[in-house]
């Protein structure tokens, strides 16, 4: 029996907006921020069972990516203003 994997090449060829990278980026970037203003809270504040574990990180996503969508942060103009700057210098 021969087991082929599965290589999900699809998504390789679709040329991602910048904007959307950004936007990305400062999503994830806030998430992990939150996780770790987490950690600084004490742990008998919160239940630390498995649930509510995974309902605090899909809250810390959704938070993170309403403010990623908000651009308040201003983190996306200032990646996009570096790609632009880097591209403007690198002839692509």
Do not use: C, H
């Not at 994830?28 to 630390?48: A, C, H």
């Amino acid at each position: 029996m021969k087991i082929t994997p599965y290589w999900d090449f699809k998504n390789l060829n679709q040329i991602r907006k910048p904007e959307d990278v950004a936007k990305e980026f400062e999503s994830m970037f806030v998430r992990m921020l939150m996780k770790e203003f987490r950690k600084s809270i004490p742990e008998g504040l919160f239940n630390s069972s498995f649930s509510s574990k995974m309902y605090l990180d899909m809250f810390d996503m959704q938070i993170s990516e309403a403010i990623a969508s908000s651009d308040k942060l201003g983190l996306k103009s200032y990646i996009l203003n570096a790609l632009e700057t880097y591209n403007r210098y690198s002839g692509e």
